[in-house]
């Protein structure tokens, strides 16, 4: 110890980027030396002495060397001497720079990095921050309490007694006997932790134990790399078990595995013995990444554990018990070989086919290959070997360190594990960790790529920035695929073994593991699609993302918003839907096999989220581009549980996913993939003849009339279909269609059959959530014969049938341009065509579809207002006769929008220049104008028409400016005018701006974006929140579902672009709970041309792979326009002009101002019910139940001061509220089906029905859709009413007349509610009288001060004007409730 403490050194540790200052050469100069320490120099002390202290001058020189096995003891040893940074810095013996002295090399790159790799200042300081907080090293002040907890732990390992080697039997006696008589905390035997299938009792193996050979701390905590995260950080600490506790042959049978398992127990009981480490931790067991045959001791500190308190984010001491590199002969386990024999899965399998226990046999050859068995084995022998390469590659780059950081929160950012899925909490079963990202740096440190000509050592320069290596793995992780392309460290490794027996293959140091071992499919899609993002984010030319690269985790923390589609899935029984046909063990070739692979995987349910995500993966390789399988924690731990829950999240390729049919191969030309095409989808699967002469299998899941919402449901039919057919799992509620039913249980695969009646239960709330976007209108038949597409082609008939009038017009019509919501997918349900008939056959409410007619440019235009608006009401008149002239059956009338009011002075309609002068009028519809109204006799729609003349707005602008310029000697007339002039500029200019990009964005690039919009405005509504009176205007509410498809900020941070309703409208809902209005910046770039829905192998990805590491860009919004978005936030910022309103800018509309902002208290009320209405659907799916779905779209009424009940039958859009089926829980619903109320089609039971004589879209006539439609008559006996609402227009006066003193609240959907809020700054408060109180005022409850004011105090006088907006509803007035005064 003298000479221990003689030779030590001052060593410090420097905060920034680390250095490393220790010689590297010198570690080549003596590399034997490494090699002649024995074992027991690594043997735990129980000497109190430090395990992170620093090494001996003579030990310097050990600490590296080339990766070899018999140097892995002592390399562990020496990585728990560095400190947090991977690196150290000795600062004795050095000299002090002079202020004359150069700059360095490293110096100046330092002072250019700034410049050279960061777009801002402060993205560099970010990070640098980021660092800083997350960070977690040994050694440091932080870190002493956990320390000095891992000494104990040390101790307390190091000190148990040896067992003598025993039977199963007694073994299992044993760890009763001292279990039972330790002090457990739960007072309970122990069971030994024995994998499946356990040990039987007369067994012929020894299970022993001996104190560990080596104690040591692996991982990222003693290289500098662990970072707290939400979920904590983990320190894992290696036992070594001793060798002689094993034998040569231990590697087959799971042996091995069984044998460290007692090891376990034992550890975990002499753990629970220590007091002190009792009372500082709470210790369990529990399996490494969810594999049965890899328990590990897991410590969590207590609360109230002072020196544990300290840690950011929480810790978790691991304890992996492990072997050296000689224990076993590793070369046996190759990925190609056999260690499971079937004799030990069951005795009557052993037959013909194996040849004993030999090894050296040819008979092991012939068994199914063990690769996940034999990778969990080579893991344990690893350890130290691992923990070695990635120290000297820390030695080698010193930036390595704060990389590999870096990608480890940026990367548990993005996991999935321990998520919140509404009671459920998702399993941590993946196995991309941390630790895989870092070996994938130090590869693109040091590795080669397979084939290359050259070995080039270094991909990456070790001398690069830390950002500059976290954004080339991000790169490379985006465009390399380790399916297709296997990566190995070096080159002497059989590639053929391990690609054909694992799916991705990244070969370790050593040549014998595959790192991406047991890692699925879509764990490395899903990477691969967050690197993806990530690179782009990163290079991004307008913004600063730092915080959607790192911080942002709602998605992760929101299970049901990250998938397109997300499924519930209850298997009953695992063992039947693993192996169905072997009962209790027939011995049969095909049930020993599928034993073998379900043992492989190392436990039931990883088995069967394997076997369910590689099923559906193969079956939906065109519509799904990643299907995800998640097991719940409750259901992934070490007992095998009869049933279990998953979770399955779809991102779909939305093109495929909608299309009506799935195009399968030709049967002559790909026999082998059409066998297996009509093995998924049985009679579904049809051979047809298309129209380039090519004879295809497919599978037509619908007409061309299909509407929207059917269409959004063919991908979650698909899943229905496959996983009943093939596994009888059945949908609650069912999502299939009586095509579907016929034919899913005809013909079923024989490995099917043997599943029974029903293995499981699916569910989904994609389906029903579509419900609420309809009407009880436009329901059932009626939903697929009424689309957008049909209104829209009405439009272009009608444009072409005006523009054919020219000649009869003054003018030529250069354009119409639609305005309406009905005309691009935005309305809440597509516009309805209406029978043509005067005899009181008209709808209730008649929706006109607004446009706006534009003309050649002309000077004769007269500049007074007033008879410009009677030139226009000339024009709209003349179009009227020409068109009634050509069209005799059509209705042609021109009015006012608004019935009963006039325009005297050309500026305002029915509101006085004062009231103008007071409010913003911001919240009337549309302009004030004449208006024509044509009844299109072909289609059914009503188009209302207006026309656009850029002299009107001239002449309004140049007035303003001369009223300004005049010295403003009418305030009113001026604001006024400025209200006229904006109202021109959003009817005109602003909303066929808005109407191009929000119908570009549903037709072209997000088809499911209509969805989206109908279900946040039916959502919206139902809230009594929609409506440019009471709320959010119907533009703004599309902005928001904008900002999810094509947000330029972190308003969107999925893996990808939605592509179903569900996904964007839970995402919506997640941006208006989530957002901070008032500190970030919200935007809308509809210019972005990168699409993340593009089918990879015609899309991004084959764009991006063209380009070289270093150089992605995002197309869309320039740095300039964004700047200036940026600019008007921060001047409005500056001003005290957001307040936590909603405020949405675009390109086109920097400054947010064309739709306004919504005021705060709403907007904390949208925030509130969206978080409320998020809970609900977590709920939902979580317990695989629609009965909070509902809630979602019921608004308590509570909440208010007062509700005014209207009279139903007077209320004319009432039929426009959601269909009583969609407020019908499953419950529900499958009583009414019990009691012969609901006549659909269930099961197989049905009589055969001819596909020909099905209905078709097809064969539907115009005739027969418009019979599909309901035709209500109008409440008030005038037929033709186009656009008229009473009790709209009964909220509107109320707004006019209370507007400052009430908050008034509507379901524009034809709401039979109207709530009320009293403003408190009006309401309730005692003002002295004055002539100009706009209210009904009561004498004040006290009197007025002598010193304040002689006039009397007055209040607001609720009572009276409660009376007045009864007697201003009458007629419209059932019931006027006052909740509270």
């Known amino acids: 110890m003298a000479a221990k403490s003689a030779g030590k050194k001052d060593w410090t540790r420097k905060q920034g980027t680390p250095t490393a200052k220790k010689n590297v050469a010198s570690h080549k100069q003596q590399p034997s030396r490494l090699a002649d320490q024995s074992d027991h120099e690594m043997e735990s002390s129980s000497e109190d002495e430090e395990m992170y202290d620093s090494h001996e001058d003579d030990n310097e020189d050990e600490e590296a060397g080339d990766v070899s096995d018999g140097d892995d003891e002592k390399m562990g040893a020496d990585i728990n001497n560095n400190n947090s940074n991977g690196t150290l810095e000795k600062t004795s013996g050095q000299h002090k720079r002079g202020l004359d002295a150069k700059a360095t090399n490293a110096e100046i790159m330092a002072l250019n990095e700034t410049t050279l790799l960061f777009k801002s200042n402060l993205f560099k300081l970010q990070e640098d921050e980021l660092l800083a907080e997350t960070s977690v090293g040994a050694g440091s002040k932080a870190t002493r309490g956990l320390d000095a907890a891992l000494r104990q732990i040390r101790d307390a390992l190091g000190s148990q007694d040896s067992v003598d080697e025993m039977g199963v039997r007694a073994a299992t006696k044993y760890i009763h006997r001292i279990s039972g008589s330790s002090k457990l905390a739960t007072g309970e035997k122990l069971q030994i932790p024995f994998p499946d299938p356990p040990p039987s009792d007369d067994m012929l193996i020894k299970l022993g134990f001996q104190s560990p050979t080596v104690i040591n701390v692996v991982g990222s905590y003693p290289l500098g790399m662990a970072v707290a995260s939400r979920t904590g950080f983990n320190v894992d600490m290696v036992v070594q078990m001793p060798s002689a506790l094993f034998q040569d042959r231990d590697h087959l049978n799971y042996r091995y595995f069984y044998k460290r398992a007692f090891y376990v127990a034992v550890l975990f009981v002499g753990l629970k013995q220590s007091a002190a480490l009792r009372d500082a931790f709470d210790i369990n067991i529990e399996c490494m990444h969810g594999d049965q045959r890899l328990p590990i001791i897991a410590m969590h500190p207590l609360k109230g554990v002072k020196s544990l308190d300290s840690l950011p984010g929480g810790v978790v001491v691991r304890i992996l018990p492990s072997i050296a590199h000689d224990t076993l002969p590793l070369k046996r386990l190759a990925p190609d070989r056999n260690h499971v024999r079937p004799s030990h899965i069951d005795p009557a399998a052993a037959g013909a086919t194996e040849s004993g226990d030999d090894p050296s046999s040819s008979g092991s050859n012939s068994l199914p290959p063990t690769p996940l068995y034999n990778s969990a084995l080579l893991g344990d022998a690893l350890f130290l070997t691992h923990m070695k390469y990635l120290f000297e590659t820390a030695e080698m780059c010193p930036e390595f360190a704060r990389a590999a950081s870096l990608l480890r929160v940026w990367h548990g950012q993005r996991s999935m594990g321990g998520t919140q899925v509404g009671s459920h909490s998702l399993a941590r079963t993946q196995r991309v960790t941390g630790f895989v990202l870092t070996m994938v740096l130090a590869w693109l440190l040091r590795g080669t790529m397979p084939g290359e000509v050259t070995e080039r050592r270094f991909r990456l ?235 295809r299998l497919a599978v037509v899941w619908g007409a061309n009339g299909m509407s929207t919402e059917s269409r959004s449901l063919i991908l979650p039919r698909m899943v229905a279909y496959l996983l009943r057919r093939h596994f009888s799992i059945r949908a609650t509620p069912e ?551 009473p009790a709209s227009m009964f909220v509107r006066d109320l707004v006019d007349v209370y507007g400052d003193s009430v908050f008034v609240f509507h379901d524009v959907y034809g709401g039979s509610v109207v709530a009320g809020l009293w403003n408190p700054a009006v309401v309730g408060k005692d003002v002295p009288f004055s002539a100009g109180l706009h209210a009904s005022m009561a004498p004040g409850k006290r009197e007025a001060s002598s010193s304040s004011s002689s006039r009397p105090l007055v209040r607001y006088n609720v009572q009276d004007v409660v009376n007045e907006m009864i007697r201003l509803g009458d007629g419209l007035v059932a019931d006027f409730a006052i909740q509270r005064a």
């Open 461 to 695: 320069s070790p001398t690069m920035s830390a950002h500059q290596l976290f954004k080339s793995t991000v790169e490379f992780l985006a465009l390399h695929d380790f399916e297709d392309i296997p990566v190995a460290f070096g080159s002497a490794v059989d590639m053929a073994a391990f690609a054909s027996n694992f799916g991705a293959v990244f070969v370790d140091p050593s040549g014998s593991l595959n790192l991406l071992a047991g890692v699925q499919e879509w764990e490395l899609s899903e990477l691969r699609m967050a690197a993806r993002q990530t690179a782009l984010d990163i290079n991004h030319h307008a913004e600063n993302r730092f915080d959607r690269i790192f911080l942002d985790s709602r998605l992760t923390r929101l299970a049901v918003s990250r998938y397109d589609h997300v499924f519930r899935l209850e298997v009953d029984d695992i063992s039947r839907f693993l192996a169905p046909s072997t009962g209790g063990g027939d011995g049969s070739a095909a049930s020993v096999a599928r034993r073998l692979a379900e043992l492989d995987h190392g436990n039931a349910v990883t088995a069967v989220q394997s076997r369910i995500a590689s099923f559906l993966s193969s079956a939906l390789e065109r519509q799904a581009r990643i299907v995800a399988v998640h097991p719940c924690v409750s259901d992934a731990g070490l007992t095998k549980k009869e049933s279990c829950v998953f979770f399955v999240g779809i991102i779909a390729n939305e093109d495929a996913s909608n299309r009506l049919v799935d195009l399968g191969p030709n049967p002559d030309a790909e026999p082998q993939m059409a066998a297996r095409f009509r093995a998924y989808w049985g009679e579904r699967a049809e051979l047809r003849r298309f129209r380039d002469a090519s004879i």
């Open 735 to 1285: 999502v299939m269609i009586p095509e579907d039913l016929l034919v899913v249980d005809k013909a079923r695969p024989k490995a099917a059959q043997a599943f029974g009646d029903c293995v499981g239960r699916l569910f989904t709330l994609s389906a029903r959530v579509i419900d609420f976007a309809q009407s009880m209108d436009i329901c059932g038949p009626a939903a697929d014969e009424i689309t957008f597409e049909r209104a829209i082609g009405a439009f272009d008939q009608l444009q072409r049938d005006i523009k054919d009038m020219e000649d009869k017009l003054p003018l030529r019509v250069l354009a119409l341009h639609p305005v309406s919501p009905g005309l691009r997918y935005a309305s809440l349900t597509p516009p309805k065509p209406l029978a043509l008939s005067r005899n009181g056959g008209d709808d209730s409410y008649i929706e006109p579809l607004h446009a706006i007619i534009e003309f050649a440019g002309s000077t004769k235009w007269p500049d007074d207002i007033a008879a410009l608006h009677k030139v226009k009401a000339a024009f709209l008149l003349r179009i009227g006769e020409c068109y009634a002239a050509v069209h005799p059956d059509s209705q042609v009338d021109v009015g006012n929008r608004f019935f009963g009011y006039g325009a005297a002075d050309g500026l305002t309609t029915g509101i006085s220049a004062t009231r103008m002068a007071s409010r913003d009028a911001d919240d009337m519809d549309y302009e004030r104008d004449n208006v024509l109204d044509i009844r299109h006799a072909a289609s059914g729609y009503t188009f209302r028409l207006s026309i656009l003349c850029d002299h009107e707005g001239e002449l309004l602008a140049r007035k303003v400016r001369e009223l300004r310029l005049a010295g403003n000697p009418s305030p009113a007339t001026t604001l006024a005018l400025e209200h006229a002039h904006r109202r021109w500029l959003r009817t005109n200019r602003w909303r066929p701006t808005h109407h191009r990009h929000i119908m570009d964005m549903c037709q072209r690039h997000h088809p499911s974006a209509s969805l989206t919009i109908r279900l946040l405005k039916r959502w919206l509504s139902r809230h009594m929140l929609l409506g440019q009176t009471v709320g959010v205007p119907e533009e703004l509410a599309e902005l928001v579902v904008a900002c999810v498809f094509a947000g330029s900020s972190s308003a969107n941070n999925a893996l990808a672009t939605p592509a179903s309703a569900y996904a964007g409208f839970v995402q919506s809902l997640q941006l208006l709970s989530q957002w901070r209005w008032k500190e970030d910046l919200c935007a809308v770039d509809f210019g972005a041309n990168i699409y993340d829905n593009d089918d990879d192998e015609g899309g991004e990805l084959s764009r991006l792979k063209n380009q070289a590491m270093g150089v992605w860009r995002s197309e869309g919004m320039s740095a300039e326009k964004f700047g200036l978005l940026q600019k008007e936030f921060d001047k409005a910022q500056r001003k005290n002009r957001i307040t936590n309103a909603m405020r949405i800018a675009t390109e086109d509309d920097p400054a947010a101002q064309w739709w306004g902002t919504v005021p705060p208290v709403l907007t904390r009320r949208i925030r509130d019910l969206a978080a409320a209405s998020l809970e609900c659907v977590g709920r939902c799916v979580s317990a695989g139940t629609d009965s909070w779905l509902p809630q979602v779209f019921a608004t308590p009424l509570g909440d208010y001061d007062f509700v005014i009940r209207l009279d139903q039958d007077v209320v004319c859009r009432k039929y426009e509220q959601p269909p009583k089926s969609a407020f019908e829980t499953i419950e529900e619903a499958t009583n009414a089906a019990s009691t012969g109320t609901n006549g659909s089609v269930a099961g197989g039971d049905s009589a055969e029905v001819f596909k020909n004589l099905l209905p078709t879209a097809q064969a539907q006539s115009q005739s027969q859709t418009l019979a599909h439609v309901k035709q209500r008559a109008n409440p008030f006996n005038q037929p033709g009413m186009v656009g008229f609402d």
